[in-house]
């Protein structure tokens, strides 16, 4: 072998070694790339103008105008308590582990129909995208993709069981508030009876002036004055006739109209809420006895 021949092979050997070098290089940084957890951007819940929640085919929008968030469509109040737990869970996701990266899905509830997909809005401007799948058996961790990335992460807690609400469930079900102290008369009407009420001092009468048990009034208006849905019915469901009104009085008018049982519920309506509702039948007909049995 001569000499030039031997320089050629040592050369082919060091550009051989040297490319397999580059190779490992490049492959060890691509699998290192692979298995980097992404660090979210943590976000404030202020800056936050809509949620979008797509579940089942169904899309639900949560908007902020101005102080309340609104349920469309429809545009029902939220429920304030639960719209401030779904703000903070969408706004602090947290990435803690990397489950999978071969893209299969369905072990982790994150195929097609079964995932909760979210968009967090400022306004028009997406913030952050994600999808939700199946939490662990203890609650702790749940499965998690985002926007515009293969694998499979875990996140603390069970963000699901907010997110995973439905428009319904979500709705603010307050129908009636009121400070008991500012009301100071109360009439109710049912089939064939009537009742006024009337506060004289720190005393209760009756229209004949009478004494009214305290603690039925007490009761009465602790029912009232803070006063939740058991659901809401749709839209003119109700019949003409109601079965039941009341009618508080103080620093202003509240009112309140009894429609007949349905099942275990009664339709009604409230001056304040829009839209109809129903109460639970233990609820209703607790009200009424308070009148009925006075």
Do not use: C
């Not at 060890?28 to 980097?36: A, K, V």
């Not at 737990?85 to 129909?113: C, H, I, P």
């Not at 807690?157 to 100071?184: C, E, N």
Request: proline share 4%; charged share 25%.
């Amino acid at each position: 072998m001569t000499r030039s021949t031997g320089n050629r092979i040592t050369y082919i050997v060091l550009a051989g070694l040297i490319l397999l070098l580059s190779l490992y290089l490049a492959l060890r940084q691509r699998d290192r790339m692979q298995y980097t957890i992404p660090e979210l951007d943590e976000l404030h819940a202020a800056e936050i103008g809509m949620i979008e929640i797509q579940q089942s085919g169904e899309v639900v929008k949560l908007v902020r105008s101005g102080e309340i968030w609104q349920i469309q469509p429809g545009d029902y109040p939220a429920d304030p308590e639960l719209i401030d737990q779904v703000l903070t869970a969408a706004a602090t996701l947290k990435l803690t582990d990397l489950v999978s990266v071969t893209g299969n899905y369905g072990r982790f509830g994150l195929e097609e129909q079964s995932r909760i997909r979210v968009t967090v809005y400022k306004e028009q401007e997406p913030l952050r995208s994600f999808e939700l799948g199946k939490s662990a058996s203890t609650y702790r961790h749940t499965f998690v993709r985002i926007d515009g990335d293969e694998r499979v992460f875990q996140a603390p807690g069970d963000p699901g069981a907010f997110f995973g609400l439905s428009g319904q469930d979500l709705r603010d079900r307050s129908v009636l508030s009121f400070d008991q102290k500012t009301i100071t008369d109360i009439s109710a009407q049912g089939d064939g009876w009537s009742v006024e009420l009337t506060k004289v001092g720190t005393t209760w009468t009756d229209k004949s002036g009478g004494p009214v048990e305290r603690e039925t009034i007490g009761e009465l208006l602790a029912t009232l004055s803070d006063l939740d849905a058991f659901s809401y019915a749709e839209q003119g469901r109700q019949e003409d006739r109601h079965i039941f009104s009341i009618t508080l009085t103080g620093s202003k008018t509240y009112t309140l109209d009894v429609f007949p049982r349905q099942d275990n519920l009664y339709p009604a309506r409230s001056s304040e809420n829009t839209h109809p509702f129903n109460l639970y039948y233990a609820v209703t007909e607790n009200i009424i006895g308070a009148f009925t049995h006075h």
